[in-house]
């Protein structure tokens, strides 16, 4: 994607995303933002299908990246549910804002068409998202390859939110790699997606930092992928007055790391990492602590 040089509108936003912790954390960043102009959620459905059901996929996990790595997904995925529907209980008592919503409940809020779909290429699940006329499609934390028939639909693209630093580290899970190559600095990126190339795309924000070491995994995916957001803010805003400037990436750069292996995961605790923390977890249903984790890191 060149750089944009006219005011360009984007009335008509469409949210492709998964339904677990790091994005309940950041979309509803989005959705505050651009209320009225997101105009459908697409949600993948994670297990079933070709993917296997929960337990056929939480085994698959267990047997290539171990016990811990289970945990951390269960977190995200499994255990996020029932903390909401808790956390929302002490906030309303306490006169607390909410800030984690599962995100069929966001959507409900602001009146989102929800598709849930196992097959967001095929051809009825492209067709009912061109039905929505859409001028962008934001994808945050989604699980699929996004194929060339969806990413030509959009007015003015499909831009991907990447809780790491681009071309370092891509794919599914940076900050695991972040702690596996002893990166210095983490970050967040957000980029065009103008191939079937996972993470390859023009970049139009980027923001780092240094990685704290006694941050866990879990903490950071919440924490960059908010930042995330608000860079994608940023972004769309550039790209409506015509100020965007996306630069290729460097091909040559970087490399792409699937999910871990138990020998990689091994690396890992050997580099001191954590995957998660009780605490990291529960924090992100509290708005107050969250906002001060951010303010903080």
Request: proline fraction near 5%.
């Amino acid at each position: 994607m060149p750089t944009v040089q006219v005011p360009r509108s984007i009335n008509r936003i469409v949210l492709l995303s998964l339904d677990s912790l790091p994005p309940a954390t950041a979309i509803p960043v989005l959705a505050e933002h651009f209320q009225g102009r997101i105009v459908a959620i697409v949600l993948s459905l994670r297990f079933g299908g070709k993917y296997g059901t929960r337990w056929a996929q939480l085994k698959k996990a267990f047997a290539r990246s171990g016990l811990r790595f289970v945990i951390y997904v269960s977190l995200q995925l499994f255990l996020f549910y029932p903390m909401c529907f808790l956390a929302d209980g002490i906030n309303l008592l306490l006169g607390r804002r909410k800030c984690a919503y599962p995100l069929r409940h966001l959507a409900r809020r602001y009146n989102i068409p929800v598709i849930s779909t196992r097959e967001p290429n095929s051809r009825a699940i492209v067709e009912r998202i061109r039905s929505f006329n859409p001028d962008l499609i934001v994808s945050c934390y989604f699980d699929h390859v996004i194929r060339q028939k969806l990413i030509e639909l959009p007015r003015w693209g499909i831009i991907n939110i990447h809780s790491g630093i681009l071309p370092d580290i891509k794919g599914p899970v940076p900050n695991i790699w972040a702690v596996i190559e002893g990166c210095k600095h983490v970050g967040a990126s957000v980029h065009y997606i103008d191939s079937e190339t996972l993470d390859t795309g023009p970049i139009l924000k980027l923001a780092r930092m240094e990685r704290n070491a006694a941050e866990s995994v879990l903490s950071l995916d919440c924490r960059l992928l908010r930042l995330g957001a608000r860079l994608a803010i940023d972004a769309i805003t550039e790209i409506e007055n015509g100020t965007a400037g996306a630069v290729a990436q460097d091909q040559t750069a970087g490399r792409y790391f699937s999910y871990p292996s138990r020998h990689d995961m091994r690396r890992f605790r050997q580099q001191n990492g954590r995957l998660y923390r009780i605490c990291d977890f529960v924090r992100q249903f509290f708005a107050a602590a969250e906002m001060r984790h951010d303010a903080n890191a």
